[in-house]
């Protein structure tokens, strides 16, 4: 073994499994989550992130493999493992005839603090999270930007050192997934580390150090944001068409000049390709030109073209779509404070 051993741990899994009847909703996957980040967990509906948070949380027996939290088996160890993590999860937890302070004063005393020490951490959370307006307000009355903060304020009553997100900006507004985006930063400014699972890849690549991507119960990549962007081709071509009618055309073009995938965008009359090679390089140069030429050969006007980094969006659908054709196809306001989180 090693005399320099590596940073501490917080999450450590090998083989993990969970079956549901036929569906192997986790189906082998191996992670290694440093403490004091944020680790992102990337997958389409039904990928198995849920499955995963709810083992390594300890709501959910695992059928195979080993999962540790802090080097504490989750299954063996679970008390142990209890008293260091908490859970967001995709629903609010809260109770919506309570108000703001007393959900969050119950809970307080729940985990053990006396009256006085409930009400005064809550009072710290509802200031620290934007909330303290709406702390006499009824639950059943905050918008969803505001209920999603409370739920975390209320997993951040005692600090944990590991903090489960699943999914928390689902539905929300920009301004809202904003001010949770603020709360996640000041939360791991304080030590916590965060495992977040998302569909929205801007909010893993705006947060997470390191990212996982899971699709049918597996991880098919994972590492830095570089590190994903540079597996699938460094360079992106993106195209804008003058007739959006020309488009179908474009595409089938495209994929003969460059025999890669290309990705019709929200906009008809837009496309993007990934080429191998960096923006900057002169192999993906090469390779943008001889799109254009091919282009312009069969009659289709590009209004605007542009060469740079493939965003995550397309990593991700890259991926995604290598897997699918790879593997056969889960179970089971005001602005929030950026100074910081009470800990």
Do not use: C
Not at 36 to 53: D, F, H, I, M, S
Not at 106 to 124: F, V
Not at 214 to 223: L, R, S, T
Not at 227 to 252: F, M, N, Y
């Amino acid at each position: 073994m090693s005399g320099h051993p590596g940073p501490e741990l917080a999450i450590e899994t090998a083989g993990l499994v969970k079956v549901f009847g036929d569906n192997r909703a986790v189906d082998g996957v191996d992670l290694s989550v440093p403490a004091g980040t944020v680790y992102g967990v990337l997958g389409p509906n039904g990928a198995g992130k849920t499955t995963a948070v709810k083992m390594l949380a300890t709501l959910l027996r695992p059928d195979g493999g080993a999962a540790h939290v802090f080097g504490k088996d989750v299954v063996r160890e679970a008390d142990a493992v209890r008293g260091r993590v908490s859970l967001t999860g995709q629903y609010a937890s809260v109770d919506e005839d309570l108000t703001g302070t007393e959900n969050l004063v119950l809970l307080g005393r729940l985990l053990g603090h006396s009256k006085a020490a409930a009400r005064t951490r809550s009072a710290q959370l509802l200031e620290a999270f934007g909330l303290a307006e709406a702390a006499e307000r009824q639950i059943k009355n905050y918008s969803g930007g505001m209920r999603r903060r409370i739920d975390i304020a209320a997993s951040i009553l005692n600090t944990p050192d590991l903090l489960f997100l699943d999914e928390p900006t689902t539905g929300l507004d920009p301004r809202s997934r904003n001010q949770v985006w603020d709360i996640v930063r000041a939360v791991v400014a304080q030590g916590t580390t965060v495992l977040l699972t998302t569909q929205y890849l801007d909010e893993a690549d705006h947060l997470a150090s390191r990212i996982a991507v899971i699709d049918h119960g597996k991880v098919i990549a994972e590492g830095t944001k570089g590190e994903l962007k540079a597996s699938v081709g460094s360079g992106s071509v993106h195209l804008r068409l003058r007739d959006p009618a020309q488009r179908p055309e474009a595409e089938r073009v495209l994929r003969g000049a460059l025999n890669v995938a290309v990705q019709l965008d929200q906009d008809p009359v837009a496309l993007t390709a990934t080429v191998n090679g960096h923006a900057s390089d002169l192999g993906a140069a090469e390779q943008a030109a001889r799109a254009l030429s091919a282009l312009a050969a069969s009659g289709i006007t590009v209004d605007n073209f542009a060469l740079g980094q493939p965003s995550l969006d397309e990593v991700f659908l890259a991926l995604t779509d290598r897997n699918a054709r790879s593997a056969p196809g889960d179970g089971a306001p005001h602005n929030a404070s950026t100074t910081g989180v009470p800990a």
